[in-house]
């Protein structure tokens, strides 16, 4: 049986390299097919997982030799951390490895959003149409206020850029102390204070029982009119339906989610964000580049080679 499991898709000259040393057996559907996953991870000294691949007490049951998980990306939501802590497994994400890849798409979609209808012109313009005053309605990044909720690895990069941009930046970190470098780019505020404050919001905290629904009906009235919200960290951190209700109101000027509490979206979903407009939806790829989905891997190669090849 295999030494190593990858079980979801991963940069393949660098899967290629873990082949060439250890027994592997990589199957990137494999998430899906838990059976399967549960009888080939019998043996396996490591598994390198993405954020599909449920990493619970019945897995690490039947990994008794199990004794690194190498995650692809930073979210552990997937993962049950204390069960690995139990049974002595390391749990090893690649941290800050994407966090270019996320910053680009915050950045992007931010300026997307802010100018309106003006990136959805296309039908409208090939089907003859000159509005002018209808697309020429948005607004500049360079001079707003982008609050950053949670300022780690990913957060503070995508303050870096805003701040290039000529953008005010303010964050909340609950966890991060006041004597943190990190602070000398950005001013930290408590989040009230950066709902009520910033024209753009984005996302970059984890999934715990205190962030589930962090941005709700509530936060949601206080925003600013007009104000943008992005998610590029996990689902279940925004009221979907308080979002779609938001942005139907006129209340939101736009929303960027990259994850849903439903991943693939299902039909309630997809009943929800019919026909609104600003709205940008993608598959949970804001950290996905050709170039990021290298540097995750090498990471976790990294990792599993540091795990297995350390004495006993």
């Known amino acids: 049986m295999a030494d190593v499991l990858i079980s979801e898709f991963m940069d393949e000259p660098t899967a290629e390299g873990l082949i060439a040393e250890y027994d592997v057996h990589w199957d990137p559907n494999l ?67 994407n966090a270019a890849s996320v910053a680009e798409y915050v950045i992007t979609t931010a300026l997307i959003l802010l100018r309106g209808p003006a990136y959805f012109a296309t039908p409208d313009v090939v089907g003859g149409a000159w509005d002018r005053p209808r697309f020429a309605s948005g607004v500049e990044l360079g001079g707003k ?75 949601l009235e206080t925003m600013r009119t007009g104000a943008i919200l992005i ?21 939101l000027g736009g929303v960027a989610l990259d994850t849903l509490a439903a991943e693939p979206i299902d039909a309630a979903t997809c009943a929800l964000f019919k026909g609104v407009e600003n709205l940008i939806l993608t598959p949970h790829i804001a950290g996905v580049t050709l ?8 990471v976790a190669a990294a990792n599993v080679r540091r795990v297995l090849q350390a004495p006993v």
């Open 231 to 251: 998610n590029s960290a996990r689902g279940g951190i925004v009221d979907e339906a308080a979002c779609a209700a938001a942005l139907k109101s006129g209340s």
């Open 291 to 298: 170039e990021s989905n290298r540097r995750i891997a090498e």
């Open 145 to 219: 206020t982008m609050g950053i909720v949670g300022f780690g690895s990913i957060g503070r990069v995508v303050g870096t850029k805003a701040s290039a941009m000529g953008t005010n930046v303010i964050a909340y970190d609950a966890m991060m102390a006041d004597t943190h470098p990190a602070w000398a780019f950005a001013r930290r505020v408590e989040l009230p204070e950066l709902i009520a404050k910033a024209d753009v919001i984005t996302l970059h905290c984890p999934l715990l029982p205190e962030t589930r629904g962090l941005i709700g009906p509530d936060e």
């Open 31 to 97: 998430w899906g097919k838990r059976d399967e996953l549960l009888s080939c991870i019998t043996d396996a000294r490591a598994i390198i997982v993405r954020n599909a691949t449920r990493v619970n007490a019945e897995l690490l049951d039947a990994a008794p030799n199990l004794k690194i998980v190498a995650r692809m990306g930073v979210g552990l939501d997937n993962i049950d951390l204390d069960a690995c802590k139990a049974r002595g497994v390391d749990v090893c994400p690649s941290i800050g490895a």
